[in-house]
């Protein structure tokens, strides 16, 4: 699976932002879509994940200011960040799971990442 993310930035605290990633390669319906996040000095930190029916799966402490979604004809995963803060400061991955799962080593391909910077 081939996986290319997009739209990260500089973003002041309190905007909103979209990430968009594509995906390519396999079979769409075969695996999850997912978002995770690296600060500097820090692992991965799983955001959400999605299915190929829909239902979505978050990390703790991230549903609400982040929402999952996925175009299916264009096999595509979405992530709206609301309330920006500076916390929210990382390199930006989407990843692909054949069996679903919350952490990094549940996931088997990823993209290469997509910088967000959120300072005022």
């Known amino acids: 699976v081939q996986l290319q993310a997009s739209g990260g930035g500089l973003a002041q605290p309190g905007d909103s932002l979209r990430l968009s990633c594509a995906a390519s390669?396999?079979?769409?319906?075969?695996?999850?879509l997912g978002w995770f996040r690296q600060a500097p000095g820090f692992d991965h930190e799983f955001i959400a994940a999605?299915?190929?029916?829909?239902?979505?799966y978050y990390g703790d402490s991230m549903k609400g200011r982040f929402t999952v979604s996925r175009d299916r004809a264009k096999n595509m995963v979405f992530l709206q960040f609301s309330s920006l803060e500076p916390d929210d400061t990382a390199v930006y991955y989407c990843?692909?799971?054949?069996?679903?799962?919350?952490?990094?080593?549940?996931?088997?391909?990823w993209g290469q990442g997509t910088q967000v910077t959120v300072s005022s």
């Open positions: 990843a692909a799971s054949f069996r679903g799962g919350i952490v990094a080593a549940d996931f088997d391909y």
């Open positions: 390669g396999r079979t769409a319906s075969d695996y999850d």
């Open positions: 999605i299915k190929w029916d829909g239902y979505t």
